[in-house]
């Protein structure tokens, strides 16, 4: 179980241009933090940065959990559920399927009640070719839900949802944090829980 | 199911439903051997010559048809991040896709040519080496190519390159197999006197599957860091 996320002098370049540094934040277990900024600010390269996917210019992502430290980005990259700008949906697969793909993928058995929970338990067995950009933001987000990782990392979560979309983000994510979970996301909506906020 | 075998059969199904896996290959080796005997005409022994050689070429560019997407398509739709944060190492998800993509490419090819090689008029022992050799060394293309493939896999015309990048690695499969055919063709031993130039594909292929996860799997992450 992750204690906290500290992020401790963080730099990051793209090309030759300087993102942002020494950026320094903490994130406890339970807590989600919002980072906001104006678009290029370097949101998605922050939360691509946590996941492991960029190494840092400078600085340091440390991970706590029972009684130890880590920074090794590969380990990291491992509790890391990831809710990016693409949905990572292959247009051939069904639904079911594809949730099924993630959460043997993951490690874990396939579950059909995550489905419904998204509200996608009628479309089970259709393409996913055939869903709109709302239903597979959902999709996504059932996979994110499969995947069963503590430290969630969402790339602007309520784009392309409805009204009661974006309600069930905001159900899930609370949920998430109640659980004792962490969430940072890139928005420019306010996260609605209390969380503190970043700006870039 | 394990996350390796999860992968392996996500995408021999999505090669299986694309139309860009089997099928396409399957048709176009059959096409290109077809059409040699055409252009070469009726020398039966001319054909039974260069029916080795031939074939192997054919094999390698049939193959080459659906490699440039092997990490590409989930490049682009961000599936390859996902997978790079499941538990299964790069490494192993570079294994699961060359062995998809064998299953789904080579092996059907290595079936197909007994029936392709009637065309060429090989000889009974020449036929069961070509399809020994192909059945070694259709392995080490799709390693080999898994390796260009993620090399070119954020190129948006990747394919066009991936063959300047993979052919000459490939070229001693090239030589060992059709070398082989050549070997049982002039030989009275049948496949045994071929042992040699299959035991040099069998290491060359062996050295691809084992090595080539490796170098694939360093490029992805190279790739995904941009």
């Not at chain 1, 099924?100 to 089970?124: K, M, N, T």
């Not at chain 2, 290109?32 to 039974?48: F, M, Y």
């Not at chain 2, 080999?144 to 070229?171: D, E, F, H, N, Y």
Request: aromatic letters at 6%; glycine letters at 12%; hydrophobic letters at 50%.
């Amino acid at each position: 179980m992750i204690i906290s996320l500290n992020a401790e002098k963080l730099g990051c370049t793209r090309g030759e241009r300087t993102l942002f540094s020494a950026l320094n934040f903490r994130v406890q277990a339970g807590q989600a933090l919002a980072v906001e900024g104006a678009n290029g600010a370097g949101k998605t390269s922050l939360l691509r940065l946590i996941a492991g996917f960029l190494a840092p210019a400078a600085g340091r992502i440390v991970v706590k959990t029972d009684g130890r430290e880590n920074d090794d980005a590969e380990e990291r990259g491992k509790s890391v559920g990831w809710l990016g700008h693409q949905d990572g949906l292959k247009p051939q697969l069904t639904v079911a399927e594809q949730l099924d793909f993630y959460a043997c993928l993951y490690g874990h058995s396939a579950d059909g009640s995550v489905l419904e929970q998204v509200g996608l338990a009628r479309q089970a067995d259709l393409p996913c070719r055939y869903l709109s950009a709302g239903q597979r933001r959902r999709l996504a987000l059932a996979r994110l839900l499969v995947s069963k990782r503590p430290l969630w990392l969402l790339d602007e979560p309520f784009a392309a949802l409805d009204t009661s979309g974006q309600a069930l983000v905001a159900h899930l994510m609370a949920r998430h944090c109640g659980n004792g979970g962490i969430i940072i996301a890139a928005t420019h909506e306010p996260l609605g829980l209390g969380n503190e906020s970043l700006k870039l | 199911m394990s996350p390796f075998a999860t992968l392996l059969v996500r995408d021999i199904r999505l090669a299986a439903r694309s139309g860009g896996g089997a099928a396409l290959a399957l048709s176009f080796f059959a096409l290109v051997a077809t059409l040699v005997p055409l252009g070469v005409g009726a020398d039966l022994h001319l054909l039974s010559r260069v029916a080795g050689g031939v074939l192997w070429v054919a094999a390698v560019l049939a193959a080459l048809l659906s490699l440039d997407r092997l990490f590409q398509g989930d490049f682009e739709d961000g599936s390859l991040e996902l997978i790079a944060l499941s538990p299964l190492p790069l490494e192993l998800t570079a294994l699961a896709k060359i062995a998809a993509h064998w299953l789904s490419t080579g092996l059907p090819l290595t079936l197909l040519s007994p029936l392709l090689a009637l065309l060429f008029n090989l000889p009974g022992p020449a036929t069961a080496t070509l399809f020994v050799s192909l059945l070694i060394g259709t392995p080490a293309v799709s390693a080999v190519g898994a390796i260009g493939a993620s090399l070119t896999l954020s190129l948006k015309r990747g394919g066009l390159i991936l063959p300047l990048i993979i052919l000459p690695l490939l070229a001693p499969a090239v030589i060992f197999g059709a070398g082989a055919v050549a070997l049982t063709l002039d030989g009275p031993m049948g496949i045994e006197g071929a042992g040699g130039a299959l035991e040099l594909l069998a290491a060359f292929a062996f050295g691809a599957v084992l090595l080539s996860p490796f170098a694939a799997a360093a490029s992805v992450r190279l790739n995904l860091s941009n």
